[in-house]
């Protein structure tokens, strides 16, 4: 295939998938002292997303004990890979699925991956695109741009942009633009349009500030802003002004407010609270509501036990009726007030179904079901997404992984 994406796009993240792919935790530093919990919740992920779709599990080791333990708890739809993996954050590391329906051809964008450019235990997640590429039969194309004379592949975590597959993106300038962390040398705005513009055929952008305190990736837009349709933006706000969010997330706001959609109509705005500050080990944690997953007919969306947690519930469940409530506990930790899903570097989302009914599973002990009428969140997907209509299953993929 030439270089000419004319007609490509990535899909809006709540387009149809066939798939999501999602990685077995190993690495115990991710987790500090949680570990032990961690591979319970992934089971409870697996086994809710399995219903409406296919699973694509990634296992880097024992994966007799895993095939055991995923027949124990009798999930079917889903196939197993070797693939070796340093974290489990596949929505970074992972493929970017593009599509093209007039010629139906299916392209996997190879992002180079490096941790975030803080961490460098990071070579084996920069392969995983090759082993997915192979599996799924897409084709890989690397992204690049010449720069001063110098072909350069870029840099890229999905968890740094957002779109809403009809060609606008939301991006910040903390984590693209900063010399902290930085992923692309010298890189400037111009750079990574003309870059998505070409590959992802993205004509209109929406550059935000800042992201969240305490967010090791240095400012991801998935923290804080996320389409949930073409024309519908949910973006966190702080309440308190004297909280270290305040200021940041209120720019970002007034930001949205003046964005218009590719086709020259303003967003409507959703505004979501953040949630209390949380403290791990006098760490603040990243935690927000924005960290959401829309799949086939289910969302992730981690809550923290905290007052803020009714009030982003009735935002996702228009119909404020919590319905039949049903109480999932998984593994409670004495000596914390959090689920084994928090830890100072990450927040692992937990489900929540979208199926005439919203599942929300605390980040402390519980999960909580409601109705909810499907047609009043439109639009939306969390890891990456390859559309439904193309020919196998593993076409249309979702990656989950890093919030």
């Not at 970074?92 to 450019?117: A, H, M, Q, R, Y």
Request: net charge positive; with cysteine.
């Amino acid at each position: 295939m030439n270089e000419n994406f004319n007609g490509f796009r990535m899909p809006a993240e709540w387009e149809p998938q066939n798939s999501v792919w999602i990685a077995w935790p190993y690495n115990k530093n991710d987790w500090p002292g949680l570990y032990q919990f961690i591979p319970e919740v992934i089971l409870k992920i697996i086994k809710k997303i399995s219903k409406n779709q296919k699973i694509n599990l990634i296992v880097s080791k024992n994966i007799k004990n895993i095939k055991k333990l995923i027949k124990l708890n009798k999930i079917k739809n889903i196939n197993f890979h070797y693939i070796k993996t340093d974290r489990i954050w596949l929505r970074d590391s992972g493929p970017i699925f593009i599509t093209n329906k007039v010629e139906k051809k299916k392209v996997i964008l190879n992002f180079g991956f490096n941790g975030w450019s803080k961490y460098k235990n990071y070579k084996n997640d920069n392969k995983i695109n090759n082993s997915i590429s192979k599996i799924a039969n897409f084709k890989k194309i690397d992204p690049i741009i010449k720069k001063k004379g110098r072909i350069r592949k870029i840099i890229m975590e999905g968890g740094a942009f957002d779109v809403n597959g009809s060609g606008t993106i939301l991006l910040t300038e903390e984590c693209l633009l900063s010399k902290i962390q930085e992923r692309n040398k010298n890189f400037k705005k111009k750079d990574y349009e003309k870059m998505f513009n070409k590959y992802l055929n993205i004509k209109n952008f929406i550059w935000l500030k800042k992201g969240i305190a305490g967010d090791d990736t240095h400012g991801h837009v998935d923290d804080i802003s996320r389409f949930v349709s073409r024309n519908t933006i949910m973006t966190a706000v702080e309440n308190n002004k004297k909280d270290i969010n305040y200021k940041n997330l209120n720019k970002n706001l007034n930001i949205l407010k003046e964005s218009k959609c590719e086709k020259g109509k303003k967003f409507k705005i959703i505004k979501v609270p953040m949630p209390s500050p949380i403290y791990i080990e006098n760490t603040r944690v990243p935690a927000s509501y924005m960290n959401f997953y829309i799949c086939n007919k289910k969302i992730i969306l981690p809550i923290f036990r905290v007052k803020e947690d009714n009030i982003a519930i009735k935002i996702f469940n228009p119909s404020n009726s919590m319905g039949k409530v049903r109480i999932i506990t998984p593994v409670e930790i004495a000596s914390k007030r959090f689920l084994n899903l928090i830890s100072p570097l990450f927040i692992m989302p937990y489900i929540l179904v979208r199926e005439r009914e919203i599942v929300v599973t605390d980040q402390i002990t519980s999960t909580h079901e409601s109705a909810i009428p499907m047609e009043k969140i439109e639009e939306a997907s969390y890891l990456t997404s390859t559309p439904s209509g193309l020919p196998d299953a593993s076409d249309n993929s979702n990656r989950i992984g890093r919030p």
